[in-house]
C-alpha cells in the first residue's frame, strides 16, 4: 500500500542518515514523498478522506510556466476538476517574496532559497544557455569575449538571469558594452529571436526557434550551468491540495523531455 511504501521509505531515509549516507537518504525522503502523493491522488479520486477542491494560489518562475504550465493545466482540470488555480506567474526573484509572505500557498521557483519554516521539493535541473538570432556571425565555442561588443539583454539585478550573464563577462574580466534590462522572461526571448539583443534563458523555451532555424543555442566557454528548479511551500500548508498539485506538475515533467536529474 502507499501506507507501507511511505513508512518503508521513511525508515531506509532514517537508517541511510544514521550511517551518515546523505544521498541516499535524500533519495529515500523523495521516494516517501512520491508514495505518499500517489496515495493522496488514489484517495482524492476514489473521493476517499482526502479531498482535493477549492482555490490554490500558486505561483511559477516565468520561464519554467512558459515551457509547463498550459500541460499543467490541462491535466489538473482532468484530475481535480474542483481545484481552482489562482496563479501569479513572474520570474523567481518575485515570486519567491509573495510565497515567503503567505500570499501564495506553492511556488515552483528556480534556485530558491533555503527558509527552515519552508519545504524544498527537488524537480529536477533545466538546461540553460546563452540563445542567439542566426543572424549574428558568431563562431562555434563562443566566448564572453565574442558577445562583449553584441547588446545582451537581462532579468533586472538581483534575478538569477542577471547574475549568470555578469558570471560569464566576470570571469573574463570584462563589461558588455550595452546590457538591457526586461522584467519578462517571454519578452527577453521575444527580443532574442527577433535578432535585436542575445540573452541567457531555458533552451526548452527556444525548441521551436531553434527547429525553424529562428537561433541558434550557443555553445560557449565557461558554460552556463543547469539550473535547479523546486516546488516550495510553507511546512504549516502542505495540505492535500498543495500534494496534489505537485503530484500532477510531476506527472507532466515525466512525460516531458525537459528536466533532468
Keep these: 500500500s502507499y501506507y507501507l511504501a511511505t513508512v518503508q521509505a521513511l525508515r531506509e531515509a532514517a537508517q541511510a542518515k544514521e550511517k551518515g549516507d546523505l544521498d541516499l537518504a535524500i533519495e529515500k525522503l523523495e521516494v516517501a514523498l512520491e508514495a505518499l502523493n500517489d496515495g493522496m491522488e488514489t484517495l482524492a479520486r476514489r473521493g476517499g478522506p482526502v479531498r482535493v477542491r477549492g ?128 522584467n519578462s522572461v517571454a519578452m527577453l526571448g521575444h527580443v532574442d529571436v527577433a535578432g535585436v539583443a542575445i540573452g541567457i534563458y531555458p533552451s526548452k523555451m527556444a525548441e521551436e526557434d531553434v527547429r525553424t532555424g529562428a537561433v541558434r543555442l550557443l555553445r560557449t566557454s565557461p558554460p552556463v550551468a543547469d539550473t535547479p528548479i523546486y516546488a516550495k511551500f510553507a ?4 495540505s492535500p491540495n498543495v500534494r496534489a498539485f505537485i503530484a500532477t506538475v510531476r506527472q507532466v515533467l515525466a512525460n516531458m523531455d525537459y528536466l533532468h536529474q
Design 55 to 182: 482555490t490554490i494560489r500558486v505561483g511559477f518562475a516565468e520561464g519554467f510556466a512558459l515551457v509547463c504550465l498550459s500541460k499543467t493545466l490541462d491535466l489538473l482540470h482532468q484530475l481535480y476538476p474542483d481545484l481552482k488555480p489562482d496563479l501569479m506567474v513572474a520570474p523567481t526573484f518575485a515570486v519567491e517574496p509573495e510565497l515567503h509572505a503567505h500570499r501564495l500557498d506553492l511556488a515552483f521557483l528556480v534556485e530558491p532559497t533555503e527558509i527552515s519554516d519552508f519545504t524544498l521539493v527537488p524537480l529536477g535541473a533545466q538546461e540553460t544557455c546563452w540563445i542567439a538570432s542566426t543572424k549574428w556571425s558568431l563562431p562555434a565555442l563562443v566566448s564572453p569575449h565574442d558577445l562583449a561588443n553584441l547588446p545582451i539583454i537581462t532579468n533586472p539585478e538581483g534575478s538569477i538571469n542577471y547574475r549568470q550573464i555578469r558570471e560569464r563577462f566576470d570571469s573574463a574580466g570584462i563589461t558588455p558594452a550595452r546590457l538591457d534590462i526586461c
Design 235 to 238: 511546512k504549516r500548508n502542505g
